[in-house]
């Protein structure tokens, strides 16, 4: 129908069919987390607009072109965040959790930026951010790509490579921008409109750019590598030691810069050729000024963000997606007495086996209906209760999964009968 209201371009539904393997990764990345002593934060989906400025930096794509800002019926400008790290260095400032502090935090959820909308990069996304403040390293960058090898391998991810590369001090930074302005502008006729615009406000990123008519000019640029400082220079050795002694393979980029101002020394990605053009499932590095920028004491920290969109793309591509949540046992119920005495049954079952799934028969039907939908609920077991059956005191049990009669049980026992059924299906999948 042509007065049928849309979804907004680039924001997406979720649906049942596809929540399994978006579960998998939440519910693992909580175990992962806690098994490494991070802790979960929540903070708001809403900030001030000066804050991601300030963090993110105003020459950077995301708060030139793709924050979705707007002012308030207070007038305050606000903006939905575009990323994670802000709102939580903003949320340790202001509820004073600083002062010499070391902190271990986590936190999941929806992230907006107005670009234009393709596979694997949508306009309202979902990441989980991880970020840890205190600590100079590099033996807690070493941990925190651990920490992101572990996840893929307890999710079952093979299709992904690791990327590292130092952006150095803030001063060594600065040295360098000028070799490479002082380059870019002897070759400014070859540079795209999007480079020259970069250009004049966050010359490196132009290293970032994707245009493969750019891609001989930025290799043949100064290497960042080549300009670091002492200090950074022995914090990127140290990181490399330190994968190799826990085996974790890498690639030193040092055309890699991330895209976001507020990085320092550390950054590194995860990244796959299983997606396309949208290559980067994990980016992350330190931010040791961030926080010192944002009006807190200067502290140091380090943190990634996971894109959940693109880990569910290529765990089905992977054929690593958890299978879709489904009952363990469907209660079939007929005649009025059986019905109605169904809800008091599965309530009680519930409170007996608070692990397993029932599912209630709702809304009438016949048997044959019924069965139907025990079917597609996935049930490995049917419990059938008629009139007749309640009138006994038992209810029958019919296997979905497997060749077996169906048998029955008193109500008194009907606990006890279902986990031994559903023990003897699970036996023979």
């Known amino acids: 129908m042509s007065d049928q209201i849309q979804p907004v371009r680039g924001m997406n539904d979720v649906l049942p069919a596809e929540i399994g393997a978006w579960q998998s990764i939440e519910s693992a990345a909580r175990e992962v987390l806690g098994a490494y002593g991070f802790q979960e934060i929540r903070v708001p989906l809403v900030e001030r607009t000066e804050l991601f400025k300030r963090a993110i930096g105003e020459y950077t794509d995301v708060v030139e072109k793709e924050m979705y800002t707007f002012v308030d019926q207070g007038g305050e400008n606000l903006t939905l965040r575009p990323e994670g790290t802000a709102g939580v260095m903003r949320a ?170 507020y990085y320092s020394r550390t950054v590194f990605e995860w990244i796959t050729d299983a997606l396309g053009t949208q290559d980067a499932v994990c980016s992350g590095g330190r931010y040791d000024g961030l926080i010192g920028q944002l009006g807190g004491e200067a502290t140091p920290g380090i943190g990634f963000a996971m894109g959940i969109e693109r880990l569910v793309a290529l765990m089905n591509l992977e054929g690593t997606s958890a299978p879709l949540p489904s009952a363990d046992v469907y209660i079939v119920v007929n005649g009025e007495r059986a ?35 025990a079917d597609r609920s996935g049930a490995a077991l049917a419990l059938i209760l008629g009139d007749d059956e309640l009138a006994r005191g038992v209810a029958a049990l019919k296997p979905l999964r497997r060749e077996a009669g169906q048998s029955e049980s008193p109500l008194p026992d009907l606990a006890a009968a279902i986990e031994t059924a559903l023990a003897a299906a699970a036996e023979q999948t």
Not at 94 to 123: D, I
Not at 346 to 367: K, Q, V
Request: proline share 5%; net charge positive.
């Open 339 to 373: 019905t109605a005495f169904g809800l008091e049954l599965a309530e009680r079952l519930r409170d007996a086996l608070p692990g397993r799934r029932f599912e209630l028969n709702l809304g009438g039907g016949n048997f044959k209906a019924q069965f139907r939908r």
């Open 92 to 261: 340790l400032i202001s509820n004073g959790m600083l002062r010499g502090q070391r902190h271990k935090l986590w936190c999941a959820g929806a992230m907006f930026r107005h670009e234009r909308p393709q596979k694997g990069r949508y306009r309202q996304f979902h990441q989980v951010s991880v970020e840890a403040v205190g600590f100079n390293g590099p033996d807690v960058d070493v941990e925190l790509i651990a920490l992101a090898a572990r996840l893929w391998r307890r999710l079952g991810i093979t299709r992904v490579r690791l990327e590292i590369n130092s952006l150095g001090t803030p001063e060594s930074r600065r040295a360098y921008r000028e070799k490479l302005v002082e380059y870019l502008q002897a070759h400014y006729e070859q540079l795209d409109e999007d480079s020259r615009r970069r250009l004049q406000g966050n010359p490196l990123r132009v290293l970032d750019s994707k245009n493969p008519e750019m891609r001989a000019l930025i290799e043949a640029a100064p290497v960042l590598t080549d300009h670091l400082d002492p200090q950074s220079q022995a914090h990127l050795q140290a990181l490399c030691a330190g994968l190799e002694a826990l085996g974790i393979p890498f690639r030193i980029n040092p055309r890699l810069v991330r895209g976001l101002d």
